[in-house]
């Protein structure tokens, strides 16, 4: 369920996707949230990362859906959501917050599963709308203050084909993969596809400790996954140790042979860990 026939083409990958996906909009500034569903079952809800879209999770989706209502979201600014009123936290968290409480009702609280800028989002609206909040899974989340990896990302803007393909090529093994043979078309076609929509500047609202300063305040369970080799965010232990400060019980998970964007890299291992966290019972707070 987690790969592709080789040769297929992107944008048809992405289509079917869509076809197959229950699309709903919702409230947010001057137009609406975007979000998505496939599969039945219990909602999780899977959010992406900065300069992204719910296609950071085309590989996982199946998987995930096969027991579970899988819903992922455009996240306010990114993707086909439309900007929050503001470009803050609290202002992102109210229109995600208003979007589930009118869709899911009743199956409120749901357990999330976010990536670096989702991740950060998602803590954010568990630390202001605690009730709508099971659990909460980081994916290689930055905003801990902890030194980053060295990361050299160029524009594409103006290049030509052969040097716009050699540049997303460079920026997806310096941000996001860690195997050179991870890089297919698929992980291509996302990245300049995502990166062309984005309208605000996910960073700002990550980077330095935008996490960190929530996490105090963070009430539901939180457990972590990250990539082995993750390069913006490296060394796992390190980033555990941050978390343990104010969840002491946190779980660390990390998937092997993976970069940043590990839920793509290696997908079955990926969606193996999620299955498993989510398995265990709730621990006491």
């Known amino acids: 369920m987690n790969s592709f026939p080789a040769g297929a083409d992107p944008a048809a990958i992405v289509a079917g996707f869509e076809r197959r996906a229950r699309r709903f909009e919702t409230p947010c500034g001057d137009g609406s ?158 990245q300049e596809t995502n990166v062309g929509r984005a309208r605000i500047k996910a960073e700002t609202l990550v980077l330095p400790d935008r996490l960190l300063n929530i996490l105090p305040r963070v009430p539901v369970q939180l457990d972590a996954i990250w990539g082995e080799f993750d390069g913006p965010h490296p060394d796992p232990a390190a980033q555990a140790g941050v978390f343990r400060r104010f969840h002491p019980d946190l779980e660390m998970r990390v998937i092997p042979g993976a970069g940043h964007w590990a839920m793509y890299e290696n997908p079955d291992a990926f969606d193996r860990t999620v299955r498993e966290l989510l398995a265990q019972p709730l621990r006491q707070r």
């Open 33 to 190: 949230i975007v979000w998505r569903a496939w599969g039945s079952g219990p909602p999780i809800l899977l959010a992406h990362g900065g300069h992204g879209g719910w296609s950071h999770w085309i590989r996982n989706i199946d998987a995930l859906a096969a027991d579970r209502t899988v819903w992922a979201l455009d996240l306010p600014g990114l993707g086909e959501s439309a900007s929050a009123p503001r470009e803050d936290h609290q202002a992102i968290s109210d229109a995600i917050a208003r979007g589930l409480r009118q869709l899911m009702g009743a199956d409120l609280p749901l357990d999330i599963v976010g990536f670096s800028f989702g991740g950060v989002v998602s803590a954010h609206l568990a630390a202001f709308h605690p009730a709508l909040v099971r659990r909460l899974i980081v994916v290689d989340t930055g905003g801990l203050d902890l030194p980053m990896g060295r990361i050299d990302v160029r524009g594409i803007r103006g290049l030509d084909d052969v040097e716009r393909r050699a540049v997303l090529r460079a920026n997806l093994l310096s941000l996001m993969l860690h195997d050179p043979a991870s890089v297919d078309e698929l992980a291509l076609y996302l």
